[in-house]
């Protein structure tokens, strides 16, 4: 069974930065892409971003130039980097991998 744990959430004004960390651990067999969603309030949950186990990264196009994704292999565990932060950002950010999902971090920013 796989856990993931994600990190780093908060209030942030607009075009702040912050950085989500997402720990898996458990029996990690899978080898699908681990990904972040975006779920804004009120509204469904939407990939923002991923990365393959090659390293390959896919973004949404709202979050290109902005976002960047990365993982730390040897630590089982993928980050969201978050510049230039806008309002439409504000919601919870779930991490994904395969059929297992975290719990979620919140991320408000303000005007």
């Not at 856990?3 to 029996?27: D, F, K, P, Y």
């Not at 390959?56 to 292999?73: L, M, N, P, Q, W």
């Not at 950010?93 to 920013?109: D, E, I, M, R, S």
Request: net charge neutral; charged share 15%.
């Amino acid at each position: 069974q796989v856990r993931l744990e994600e990190s780093g959430g908060g209030l942030v004004q607009a075009g702040g930065s912050l950085r989500l960390s997402c720990a898996a651990s458990g029996e990690i067999f899978v080898t699908a892409p681990m990904v972040w969603y975006h779920q804004p309030p009120g509204k469904q949950r939407d990939m923002v971003a991923a990365i393959t186990e090659g390293g390959t990264t896919h973004y949404a196009e709202h979050v290109k130039g902005r976002f960047t994704i990365s993982r730390d292999g040897a630590k089982n565990t993928v980050f969201l980097q978050m510049n230039s932060l806008k309002s439409d950002d504000t919601g919870v950010y779930y991490c994904n991998l395969g059929k297992a999902w975290g719990q979620g971090t919140q991320v408000t920013v303000s005007p």
